[in-house]
Structures are given as C-alpha cells and as structure tokens.
C-alpha cells in the first residue's frame, strides 16, 4: 500500500519500521514540529522523525492541520491509508477521509476501556490485569471508530509504564501489519465500539505524580510505576524534591505515621504507608540522574525517622 503516516513519540517508530520491512510505501511521514527538550532545552527532533530521517523518508510538520493547503497536499499523495499512531493532534475529519481506505490508528488500550491520551498509564494506576492495542477506523470521535483488530497483553506486576509501553509498541506493529493485509485482501467487516465499559484516559498532570503516604501501598506501587520514566513519582525529603522511580512491596506494618523513612540501606529504603511499608530501590535526587538506592547511599546519609511529604516545607 501506499502510505501516509503520522507519529510522534518512541511508540510510533517499531510502527513505522515495521512498515518499511513489510514492503509498503510511506510517501511521507507528518509529525510534531521539533521541540526544546532536556535540560538544555535544546530542539530537538521527535523519535519518528529520526527514525523517518534515518529511513530516508520524507517528513513533514505541520503546526496544525488547518486550512486548504495541507488538505490539498494530501489530495494529491493519493495514497490509500493514513496511519496514525500517537500524533498528538486532532486531525480534521476532511483529513480522515481523504485516502482510499480512509484512516486507522494503533491504539494502546482494548477499547472502548481507557479512549484518550494515556491508556498505559491510566491501566497501571487502575491495577489492570490486562492491557492491549486495538487498531481501529479513525473518526471524528475521540477513539471511538469502528475496531479492526485487537490484541491483549497481560500486565505484570512489575510492569512500568517504560516497560509495557515497549511491549505494546511492538506489539501495535505486528497488529497494524496484519490488519492492512486483511484490508488490502478485500471487504473487512469492522466491529463497532460497545458504550458498554467506556472509559476515558485523560491526559497525566505533573500533581497526580505527587506521592500521598497516606495512601496504601498498592496504590502508590502502582502511581510509581505509572509515572516511571515520565514525570516521574515524587516526593519531597528536607525540603528536597525527589523522583522515586521502582519501588517493591512488603508485608511489614511499621507504628510510624505514613511517610516516614522506616529503613535505610544498604539497597533500599523503608517507607511507611496508611498500612505496610514500601521499600523503595531506585530514586532519583533533585538535578540528578536515575540511580540504584544503594548508589545514592554510597554518596549521602539518610536516616531512619526522617519525613516524606507532599510539600516542599513540610
């Protein structure tokens, strides 16, 4: 097939690699404009359009899908399917409609659970035992077109939001891949979405990343590994703000009141929550990198009875 496709972060490029591999032609690539990011606030390229670079594709970044001429632009691609896999726009329903098969979008979730901005994260935060991608026909609906395909894959445990994400990126490649082929053999009966079970991932806010001690210890397992790599879960230890990026669970129930360093060393720290402590084993201080606990206690000494907020001047 001839292809346009449109994809931003980390999680598009296996979609568009895979692309390639397969045979299809992508005739253009639309992502976001470059972007100060880093600490340096340096410009920066998207990771699809390095890899779309590296691929020697063209790419294009429009601000908006607004007006005639980008319209017009794609009139004249004539390709047969826009593929869509986290842009990060809205995009026009003239634009959906304009390729021969119209538009299809990878999606992180089994819809209709979790349509939105951040179906991985909303899954870990919820304690799903189940996450997946369906590729479904975009509409002028948020993520509620018709499903072509959809394929689950089971949340572990330990799973962050870094680590699934890698899973379910790969696995929305192999998806898209047989779901174009199923397209390309002939007519494919698409199944519409039940309003049954509808729920909504809302974009994350850098204060949902605030840790709450008085929570229990599933729950803030879980905002942990939601927030792992981005933003990051944090709390606040004399006065500094600190990244707590994995954590493990336990079965011991500390006197203390919640947020309390409970344990310290030689690998991990001892936290107390509304019911059994958490033992924190990578952190990341403020200004630097992730690191090991047993890495941050070679360089500084904490101490047991030491207070963890949610305020800075607590």
């Not at 063209?58 to 601000?63: D, F, H």
């Not at 899908?65 to 986290?86: C, P, S, T």
Request: aromatic share 4%.
């Amino acid at each position: 097939m001839n292809i346009l496709f449109a994809g931003t972060p980390e999680f598009a490029v296996p979609s568009l690699r895979t692309l390639i591999e397969a045979g299809h032609t992508v005739v253009a690539v639309y992502t976001q404009p470059d972007r100060p990011r880093g600490r340096g606030r340096k410009l920066r390229h998207s990771e699809v359009k390095q890899a779309a670079l590296e691929l020697g594709l063209s790419v294009r970044q429009p601000e908006k899908f607004a007006g005639e001429d980008e319209l017009q632009r794609i009139r004249d691609d004539q390709v047969d399917i826009l593929v869509v896999v986290a842009y990060g726009q809205i995009l026009p329903i003239g634009v959906l409609q304009q390729p021969r098969f119209g538009a299809v979008n990878v999606h992180a979730s089994l819809l209709p659970r979790w349509r939105g901005a951040a179906p991985i994260q909303r899954a870990l935060l919820s304690g799903d035992d189940e996450t997946g991608i369906t590729l479904m026909q975009m509409e002028a609906g948020l993520d509620t077109g018709p499903m072509l395909l959809q394929r689950s894959c089971v949340i572990e445990p330990d799973d962050s939001t870094g680590t699934l994400q890698r899973r379910l990126a790969r696995l929305g490649a192999d998806c898209l891949i047989e779901g174009l082929s199923l397209m390309a053999k002939g007519p494919f009966n698409a199944v519409t979405q039940s309003e049954s079970g509808v729920t909504y991932a809302h974009k994350i806010s850098k204060s949902e990343a605030n840790i709450d001690w008085d929570a229990p210890s599933a729950v803030i397992d879980r905002q942990i590994r939601a927030f792992n790599p981005i933003p990051g879960a944090f709390s606040h230890l004399s006065g500094e703000r600190i990244k707590i990026l994995a954590c493990e669970l336990t079965n011991v129930v500390s006197p203390d009141q919640p947020g309390i360093l409970v344990e310290v060393g030689p690998s991990r720290l001892g936290i107390s929550t509304a019911d059994t402590d958490v033992r924190v084993t990578e952190i990341q201080p403020a200004g630097g990198k992730p690191m090991a606990v047993k890495d941050l206690l070679n360089a500084r000494e904490l101490v047991v009875g030491a207070q963890l907020s949610q305020n800075p001047g607590s």
